[in-house]
């Protein structure tokens, strides 16, 4: 199994079309990333969690699934950086690959100790970026597929089944 820790605010502060968000609405900069993880997730099968940095926010950490994708609000007094070392930590196993998303250099020596491999922000942008062309292919090639039925039939009496079909007359 495949697993990627998504540190929430370093990736919305390196794409460029989530900073400029940023700038103007942070919830809605956190909900896009969540939307461009969830179609990487259920692109690439991967589990995706997503680490937001609560530091210095009072109130309980949190945890949410939106869209098959698991969303984490940090503690009080916890970081992004702390939440993704644990989990790193505790998910990597023979069986589990963990990769952690984010441009922070200390973040990545340490994950590194821990058995975890690195996307910076720019690899992960890369790969949605992929992603998100494919399934336009995917979805415009799907449109161009026409029905062809079992039993060769011709078009004016397929066209005749059809209204009956509908209930047309």
Same mark, same amino acid.
């Given at each position: 199994?495949? &697993?990627?820790l998504?540190?929430?605010?370093?990736?919305i502060? $390196? =794409?460029p079309e /989530?900073? *400029? /968000?940023?700038?103007r609405? /942070?919830s809605q900069?956190r !909900?896009?990333?969540? @939307?461009?993880m %969830?179609e990487?997730? $259920?692109?690439t099968? !991967?589990? +995706?969690?997503?680490?937001?940095? %609560?530091?210095? &926010?009072?109130g309980? *950490?949190?945890?949410?699934?939106?869209?098959? +994708?698991?969303v984490i609000?940090?503690?009080e007094?916890?970081t %992004?950086? @702390?939440?993704?070392?644990k989990?790193a930590?505790?998910?990597? !196993?023979?069986?589990t690959? +963990?990769? &952690?998303a984010?441009?922070?250099?200390a973040?990545?020596?340490?994950?590194? $100790?821990? *058995?975890a491999?690195?996307k910076?922000?720019? @690899?992960?942008h890369? @790969? +949605?970026t992929?992603?998100?062309?494919e399934?336009?292919?995917?979805?415009?090639?799907?449109k161009r &597929?026409?029905?062809?039925p079992k039993?060769?039939?011709?078009?004016?009496?397929?066209d005749?089944?059809?209204? =009956?079909?509908? *209930?047309?007359?």
């Amino acid at each position: 199994m495949i &697993v990627l820790l998504v540190d929430g605010y370093n990736i919305i502060g $390196a =794409w460029p079309e /989530l900073k *400029g /968000l940023k700038e103007r609405d /942070l919830s809605q900069a956190r !909900d896009l990333l969540i @939307e461009r993880m %969830a179609e990487y997730q $259920a692109y690439t099968g !991967d589990r +995706v969690i997503i680490v937001f940095d %609560a530091y210095h &926010v009072r109130g309980l *950490g949190k945890k949410q699934n939106n869209f098959k +994708v698991e969303v984490i609000y940090t503690k009080e007094n916890e970081t %992004a950086d @702390e939440r993704i070392e644990k989990l790193a930590g505790s998910l990597t !196993d023979v069986r589990t690959k +963990v990769y &952690v998303a984010t441009s922070d250099y200390a973040e990545q020596r340490t994950i590194f $100790a821990q *058995g975890a491999f690195r996307k910076s922000a720019r @690899e992960l942008h890369i @790969e +949605v970026t992929n992603i998100q062309r494919e399934i336009k292919k995917d979805v415009e090639s799907h449109k161009r &597929v026409q029905y062809q039925p079992k039993i060769p039939i011709n078009k004016e009496i397929r066209d005749i089944f059809e209204k =009956w079909r509908r *209930g047309d007359k």
